[in-house]
C-alpha cells in the first residue's frame, strides 16, 4: 500500500528570494470527494461480519448523530480515529449582555486525529506516478525518463 504522488515545481519563498524547486503533491486524478460511503461500506462489508447495507445504514445514521451531538455542544470522539467538535465565533462587544444567540455562529468543525490514527498514517508509504503520464513528452528529461525505467524495474 503506497500513496500516489506527482512531482510538481513550486516557488519557494522561505529564503527571502524566489526559487523554484520541485516539491511532491498529491496526484491530480484523484477523485474529487474520494471513497463515497457506498463504496466504503463495500471495502468494510470484506473485513467485517455485516453486510454493506448495514454498513451504508450505520455511516448515515453515525453522520446525522455527530451532527445532533454537536449541535447540543458536545464533542464526539471515535475510538481509533479522532474527536469532532466545533469552533464558534461571534463580533467583539463591550458589554457581555450583548453577545445574544443571534450573534454567534459555528465557525468551523473540527475533526482532531487521534495520535495513534495519525502515527499509522504517517507510516504508509509513497510511491511517484511516472512522469511519462503526467508530463508533456517535450519536458521530459533523459533523467526522468531513466527514473521512470528503474522505477517500473524495482516494482517489477
Known sequence: MAVPYVVRKKADLTSGER????????????????????DLALWMEKTSGFHH????????????NIQHLLSLGKSVTIDGLGTFQTALTS???EHP????????????????????????????????IPFKYYMPEDQLTSAMK???????????
Not at 54 to 64: R, V
Not at 146 to 156: F, I, L, S, V, Y
Open 91 to 93: 463580533p467583539g462587544f
Open 19 to 38: 526559487k523554484e524547486l520541485w516539491y511532491a503533491v498529491p496526484k491530480k486524478v484523484q477523485e474529487r470527494g474520494g471513497v463515497k460511503s457506498k
Open 146 to 156: 531513466k527514473a521512470d525505467r528503474e522505477e517500473e524495474q524495482t516494482q517489477e
Open 53 to 64: 447495507g448495514q454498513i451504508e445504514g450505520m455511516l448515515s445514521e453515525l453522520a446525522y
Open 97 to 128: 449582555e450583548q453577545v445574544t444567540p443571534g450573534k454567534v455562529s459555528v465557525s468551523r468543525v473540527y475533526f482532531v486525529a487521534q495520535p495513534e490514527f495519525s502515527r499509522a498514517v504517517k507510516k504508509i508509504k509513497c510511491m511517484r
